[in-house]
């Protein structure tokens, strides 16, 4: 059974910093890409940065030049470094993998969402 839990999150002010972590576990052949998505109250989930097995970077406009994507293979863990952090950044900060596992002596291509941790940027 494979896993994603996310942990860092908090509460912290304005111009603040953050690191969220990404931990995926079980038995896992290989990761081909991984995300973090938000969701603010009374809005809809949305695509925060991406990171793929090699090191291609994507973020969502409203981050960029302030969150960074990273991985680290060997603890197939990801992370979200968040600086200049404003208040519009408040939400339910999520993790996306997209995985191969092992499954009854093959692999199994499937994505997985970890639980969510909340960011609170608030004076």
């Known amino acids: 059974q494979v896993q994603l839990v996310e942990s860092g999150g908090g509460v912290v002010q304005p111009g603040g910093s953050l690191r969220l972590s990404c931990a995926a576990s079980g038995r896992i052949f290989s990761i081909n890409a991984m995300a973090w998505y938000r969701q603010a109250p009374g809005k809809e989930r949305e695509l925060v940065a991406t990171?793929?097995?090699?090191?291609?970077?994507n973020y969502a406009d409203s981050v960029k030049g302030r969150f960074t994507i990273s991985k680290d293979n060997a603890k197939n863990t990801a992370y979200l470094q968040m600086n200049s952090l404003k208040p519009e950044d408040t939400a339910v900060y999520y993790c996306?993998?997209?995985?191969?596992?092992?499954?009854?002596?093959?692999?199994?291509?499937?994505?997985?969402w970890g639980q969510g941790t909340q960011v609170t940027v608030s004076s």
């Open positions: 996306n993998g997209d995985l191969l596992s092992y499954l009854n002596g093959g692999l199994l291509q499937r994505n997985y």
């Open positions: 990171i793929t097995s090699g090191t291609s970077t």
